[in-house]
Each structure stands twice: as structure tokens, then as C-alpha cells.
Nanobody, 120 residues
Framework: VQLVESGGGLVQPGGSLRLSCAVS????????MGWYRQAPGKQRELVAW???????NYADSVKGRFTASRDNDKGTAYLQMNSLKPDDSAVYYC???????????????WGQGTQVTVSS
């Protein structure tokens, strides 16, 4: 199982970016999918996570600006980021709990990370 991220880049303050995270390889089921970020010199922090059922959860710092979603048929998660600020600059990591076989437990997987830089 691999999580392949795409969509990072350089954007001006107030701009938008959309990140994608596709789960590849054989798997049976995906539970929660989430997004984390880590800025230089800071700890990795939760941005948002999308459960299989129920509401999406967001960090207070991104509420109203970011929207996390998932397409279960495609095994893909998305993070739409609007009204970006310089403080949003970080490496963004996708995270997913994946069961590789029927009856197997869920294991935690991480994407490779994608850089988001918000600067004028």
C-alpha cells in the first residue's frame, strides 16, 4: 500500500490549492483519511481528517478556509485550501488507516509529503 500525494506548490496569499492523495496497491478497506502538516522547526500537526461516516474534523486554524473530502470508490482524499496565508506554508502529509485484507487489522500509512508555500 502506498499513498501518493500531488498538488502542492507556490501560491500567493489569498490564493488556493488542491491536494490529492491516492491509495495505491491492494487493499480491502480504508477507514479514516486525514491531512497533517509540518512547518520548519515545528511539530507535525493535524489539519483535517475524514472518517468513513460522520462529519469531517478540522483544526481551528483552517476552519472555514479548507475543505477535506474523499472519494471512496477511487480511494482518494482531497484537501481544498482557500484563502491561503503565509502561516499555512508547510509540508503536507496524507495519512490513512488501511486494512490490506479482509479480517486484517488497520495499519497506519503516510504519503511522501508535498510542499505548500504561500508567499508573495
Amino acid at each position: 500500500v502506498q499513498l501518493v500525494e500531488s498538488g502542492g506548490g507556490l501560491v500567493q496569499p489569498g490564493g488556493s490549492l488542491r491536494l490529492s492523495c491516492a491509495v495505491s496497491g491492494g487493499y480491502f478497506s480504508i477507514a479514516r483519511m486525514g491531512w497533517y502538516r509540518q512547518a520548519p522547526g515545528k511539530q507535525r500537526e493535524l489539519v483535517a481528517w475524514v472518517p468513513t461516516l460522520g462529519p469531517t474534523n478540522y483544526a481551528d486554524s483552517v476552519k472555514g478556509r479548507f475543505t477535506a473530502s474523499r472519494d471512496n470508490d477511487k480511494g482518494t482524499a482531497y484537501l481544498q485550501m482557500n484563502s491561503l496565508k503565509p502561516d499555512d506554508s508547510a509540508v503536507y502529509y496524507c495519512n490513512a488507516m488501511v486494512a490490506q485484507d479482509d479480517g486484517a487489522g488497520y495499519s497506519n500509512f503516510w504519503g511522501q509529503g508535498t510542499q505548500v508555500t504561500v508567499s508573495s
